[in-house]
Structures are given as structure tokens and as C-alpha cells.
């Protein structure tokens, strides 16, 4: 679930092995009205990450000590949802899509603009501020259920034939909207930029691998899915129960 929001001041932590680097995005993501801690590798920001409450994380692929998939990969084996931004120097492709699958929110490729970078973490906070706007009370639902699958978002949990799945947060994300919107087609290209968000442009396959792994955890026949439905030549819509 996602942890304690306090939209008026923001707490950012930035993970950069490269000291002027992160002073620099530490520098202007204050300019946000955040309080920003940094750390220079992997394992001493991933234990700032485990005994602070942060919004957001900045976090370089490349660190010493710890790279930045496998503190993302440890990060998300958390209750509490934090967003990442990820910071990648690597032109090859299977490292950022990685870096998408295990969890991050949104990625950068160095060199960036801090112009740009500032733009990617409103974006990630506007989404969150979305996301604690559909908390109970405020009319949206929290509860989804079809037939033996049912959904908590606010407990994140999803639960068919009266067992819990181990879902990643990604799968529980696309599986929500999926189910949020029953029936409705989605391309990949509005998969993306629903649930992981802008700025993935030609890597629908993440969605795909996303849908081939959910489905074989949601559908009784993962060959012939019946609830994760794909409509040929457009995209994927959510067909209920699998009835």
C-alpha cells in the first residue's frame, strides 16, 4: 500500500554516486518545496529508503555497493509504495525496461536536463496525489470484485478462488486499471502511459510482458485467458470473471 502523503512538503531521497550530479538535482528538486537527503551508494540509500517515509527516489542504475535494479528490486519486496525515478547512463535498451519491470515509475537517460527531470517528478507526485485522491471517502472504489477475483487497493492485495496472489506492484497496478475499466480496449501505448506513465514511447513489450506474467497468475488457462483478453490488432481489455 502506499505510505503516508503530505503534498505540502515533499521528502526526496537521490541516490547518485556522482557527488556534483546529485547536488545539482538535490539543488533544484528543493526548488519543489522538498526536504532532499542523498546518499552515494546503493546500500546506504537503500537503508535511508527502509527507515524514512519518501515521495519519491532519485536512483542511478550504475552504484557502488548496491546497483540501482536490485534496490528497486528490494525496495518494492516493501509494504509501503514509493515512487522511483530512475537514472540511467547505459544506451542498451534491456537495462531500462528492466529498470521498468521491477518497479521503477519512470526513468531518465544521462545526459538529462534538470529541466526535464523536475518535469518527470511532478508528473510522478501528480499521479500519487491521484491515486490518495481515490482513498475511502472520497466517494471512488476501493474494492473491485468478479466472480472468485476480487481487489483492495487500498491494501493492494488481490485475492482469486479464496487465495492471496504475490503480485509485483506493476501487476497489481495494470491488473487495477484493467479492472477498474471492464470491457473498455486499451492500446499498449495508453497502458503505458496509464500505469507507468509518460515517457516510455517504443517499449510497449513491457506491457506485454507484464500481461504474459499476470496471466499466469490471474487465469486459470494462461494460454486461453479469459479475463486478461487480447483484441487483435489493438490491445488488451478486462473481460471479468473468466466465466
Known sequence: MFGPYNSAMRNILVVEDNRDIAELVALHLRDLDAEVDLAYDGATGL???????????????????????????????????VPVLMLTAKSAEIDRVLGLEIGADDYLTKPFSIRELVAR???????????????????????????????????????????????????FDLLWHFASHPGQVFTRAQLLDSVWGYGHDGYEHTVNSHINRLRAKVEEDPAHPRRICTVWGVGYKFCGDGS
Open 47 to 81: 537503508d535511508l529508503a527502509l527507515n524514512k517515509t519518501y515521495d519519491l527516489v532519485v536512483l542511478d542504475l550504475m552504484l557502488p555497493q548496491m546497483d540501482g535494479l536490485e534496490f528497486c528490486r528490494r525496495l518494492r519486496g516493501e509494504d509501503a509504495y
Open 121 to 171: 517528478a511532478k508528473a510522478i507526485f501528480r499521479r500519487v496525489e491521484a491515486m490518495h485522491a481515490k482513498s475511502p471517502g472520497s466517494g471512488a472504489k476501493t474494492r473491485l470484485t468478479f466472480g472468485p477475483l476480487s481487489m483492495d487497493s487500498r491494501r493492494r492485495e488481490v485475492i482469486l478462488d479464496g487465495v492471496l496472489l504475490e503480485l509485483t506492484s506493476k501487476e
